[in-house]
């Protein structure tokens, strides 16, 4: 029943910014954990940064100190703020909880860093 809606994504420059956001569209938006995935071609798909329900915060040590995760539960929605951007993170970027509790994925958004 659970949506995810991805979007923001974008060519930027290294050292550029892009702000994702993740539409959920289901109930009870406040309750859940959520996570930020990213997937470069021919890799697995990578958890890059979390936020519990309490606003609690993880990242994974390719983004700390870059990335930011936030989110509107007024909204609906999931936010990663993406700073001092490197090639390397170039990927789709997902959201999802982050222990795989919704069982279907959205489109992800392409982010290409690249000069």
């Known amino acids: 029943q659970v949506q995810l809606v991805e979007s923001g994504g974008g060519l930027a420059q290294p050292g550029g910014s892009l702000r994702l956001s993740c539409a959920f569209s289901?109930?009870?938006?406040?309750?859940?954990?959520m996570g930020w995935y990213r997937q470069a071609p021919g890799k697995q798909r990578e958890l890059v940064a979390t936020m519990t329900s309490g606003g609690s915060t993880n990242y994974a040590d390719s983004v700390k100190g870059r990335f930011t995760i936030s989110r509107d539960n007024a909204k609906n929605t999931l936010y990663l703020q993406m700073n001092s951007l490197k090639p390397e993170d170039t990927a789709v970027y997902y959201c999802?909880?982050?222990?795989?509790?919704?069982?279907?994925w959205g489109q992800g958004t392409q982010v290409t860093v690249s000069s």
């Open positions: 999802n909880h982050p222990r795989g509790l919704f069982g279907s």
């Open positions: 289901g109930m009870m938006f406040r309750i859940y954990d």
